[in-house]
């Protein structure tokens, strides 16, 4: 890819999933070691930071199904187990940090999970 005339190294793509590690913010905020999906666009795959949001195993609110969590199987996440992506809880890394590259949302997913950005963000 490039931008303008210079060569640009590929990054990140929109529906990656990567293992990443979140930082203590404090509050009711995900932290540590967690997987997480990019939700940037792919044209910003060569930029050198990377907007993704957090997945966990158990969610304390699951169960309540609010309009910013999106359940995903395993097989969803290309993980061992089930878990909620977290829509309202947008960061940005340098896209050095991104660790192991696990796999890509489907569609399907990545369409609820837009949705759930669209009800966190309003657009």
């Known amino acids: 890819m490039t931008i303008g005339q210079r060569l640009t190294a590929a990054g ?12 203590e913010i404090g509050g009711h905020v ?3 070691p967690h997987f997480a999906v990019v ?5 910003m795959a060569s930029s050198g930071t990377t ?9 304390a609110s699951g ?5 910013y969590l999106v359940h995903a199987s395993a097989g969803d996440l290309q993980l061992a187990w089930d878990g909620w992506i977290h829509a ?15 796999g890509v949302l489907p569609g399907r997913k990545l369409e609820e999970l837009d949705r759930a950005l669209r009800f ?3 657009v």
């Open 120 to 122: 966190v963000l309003e």
């Open 51 to 59: 907007l993704a949001v957090p997945v966990t195993s158990s969610a």
């Open 30 to 32: 995900l932290s540590g």
């Open 39 to 43: 939700v940037q666009t792919t044209r």
């Open 12 to 23: 990140p793509r929109r529906g990656e999933i990567y293992r990443l590690q979140f930082r």
């Open 88 to 102: 309202d809880q947008v960061a940005t890394f340098p896209s050095a940090e991104l660790e192991d590259r696990v």
């Open 63 to 67: 169960h309540l199904d609010p309009p």
